[in-house]
């Protein structure tokens, strides 16, 4: 069992719960919608998804969701459900993972509510480097050791000069800040260059620092086209930074996982967009599932929380 993956859902469906999950199973492994030649019982044997455990919830009177069909007098029942993928079938690519825990089962006829809940995959994923800094190289970077880092997002959002980017960070390192981060709309713009932005910024942290002795962390949004961001990365390692930041669901996983083969400095992930994953209780991909994918190459995420 070890070789597998684990991916659990919460479901809703008119259908048998067991034939709903067997569909689930079918459409992201070995079958389709009808058989096809080659599809045989040594195959499923092999490389089929397996149905692991249906837990059924409740029971409620109308969908959650547009578009499912429904058995006619049958009751929508809701349930947890667990299915296995052979890592035979996948391998260790991310984009496969994703692909084969999701993928298409959004679009099944008999769910009127399908979310990927959470995700475990065996010891065979930790070919991944995994975050490269982690806490602890965190709280060396930051030089905190004895209590929570208290970190703050620039605001207005967009709109500020590099030179009133900079002021603003001026006032939260005499504050006492430990970690100042961009917001998630302001990357390179005609208002904000990213490279005059990284210049004023970082003359004030070295300024706070040669006078105060603390380095300050600065997570700069270096979100862009891939080569924009390695090249970004480097501007300000080259720069003495500390960190960068990427909107890591908006420039996808092989680009997060580029950039995390090549960065000299921690990732900070900000998950925007992800209410479009998570919004709706019955539908998308929940919190756990997004980190799990997205973790492998991230140094650490923003939270729910704001």
């Known amino acids: ?63 959650s969701l547009p578009g499912a069909k429904h058995k006619a007098g049958e009751s929508i029942k809701r349930a ?33 509510g399908l979310k990927l809940v959470d995700i475990e995959v065996p010891e065979a994923f930790k ?10 190289g965190t709280r060396q970077l930051t030089n905190v050791f004895e209590r929570p880092l208290i970190g703050t997002i620039i605001k207005p959002s967009v709109g500020l000069s590099p030179a009133e980017t900079a002021g603003l960070v001026k006032q939260l390192c005499e504050a006492g800040i430990d970690f100042i981060k961009d917001d998630e709309l302001q990357s390179d713009s005609p208002r904000s260059p990213f490279g005059e932005r990284l210049e004023h910024v970082s003359r004030v942290i070295d300024d706070h620092a040669d006078k105060s002795g603390k380095h300050v962390m600065y997570g700069i949004n270096i979100t862009g086209e891939t080569e924009e961001m390695l090249q970004r990365q480097e501007l300000v390692a080259k720069r003495g930074g500390t960190c960068v930041m990427i909107n890591m669901l908006m420039v996808g996983l092989s ?30 991909m929940g919190y756990l599932a997004t ?15 704001q």
């Not at 492994?29 to 249906?54: D, H, L």
């Open 1 to 63: 069992m070890s070789e597998r993956i684990f991916a659990h859902y919460l479901i809703e469906t008119s259908y048998d719960l067991q034939q709903a999950a067997e569909t689930m199973a079918g459409e992201q492994s070995v079958g389709t919608f009808v058989k096809v030649p080659g599809e045989s019982p040594e195959m499923w044997e092999k490389y089929g998804a397996n149905v692991e455990a249906i837990h059924e919830v409740e029971t409620v009177n109308t969908p």
């Open 80 to 112: 947890e459900v667990t299915l296995s993928f052979p890592l035979a079938t996948i391998g260790t690519s991310l984009t496969g993972l994703l692909t084969a825990v999701s993928g298409n089962l959004y679009e099944l006829a008999p769910f009127s």
């Open 127 to 136: 070919v991944h480097p995994g975050p490269q800094f982690g806490i602890k």
């Open 255 to 284: 680009a997060l996982q580029t950039l995390r083969n090549y960065s000299e400095l921690p990732l900070h992930g900000h998950r925007a967009g992800w209410g479009a994953l998570s919004r709706h209780p019955l539908l998308g």
């Open 291 to 305: 980190c799990t994918s997205t973790g492998f190459a991230i140094n650490f995420v923003k939270t729910m929380t």
